[in-house]
C-alpha cells in the first residue's frame, strides 16, 4: 500500500511539473489585439530581384502611424503624435478580420498573407501578377 501511495504522489508531483513548464500558448486575436502596431518596414521585389526597402523614403510625420486591432473586427489607423497634414483626421476606422484559417488577414478589404505573428512582430506579404512579372510586397509591424 505504502508503495501505491508513493509511485501515486510521485506521479502526481511529476503531472504538475511538467504541466507548470508548459507555456500558456496565446491565439492568434490574443496577439494581433495586444497593442499598437507600427510599420518598421515596407519591402517590394519583382521576380527573383532583390528586396527594395521603401520605409526610408517615408516622412517622419508618416513613421509613427499606427495600427490598433480591436477584437471586435474593427481597426484603427492612427496618425500616431505627428500628423502630416493637421487636416487630416487623427484617426480612420474600418473592418479587419482572419481569413482562410488564420493564416491571412483582411484589412479594409485588401488581404495578404499572415507570414509571421508574435508578440511583438506581425509580418504581412502580398503577392501580384502582372502580365509576366510577379510582384512581392511585404510589411513588418512592431509594438
Known sequence: MK??????????IAAVSFSSCKKDEKTKMELITEGNWILISDQEKIGSGEWQEFITSYETCEKDNYLKFNANNTVEANEGASKCDPGDPQTMTGPWSFENGETQINIYGYIGNIDELSGSRLTVSTTEQVGTLTYYSRQIYSH
Open 3 to 12: 508503495k501505491i501511495i508513493r509511485y501515486s504522489f510521485i506521479a502526481a
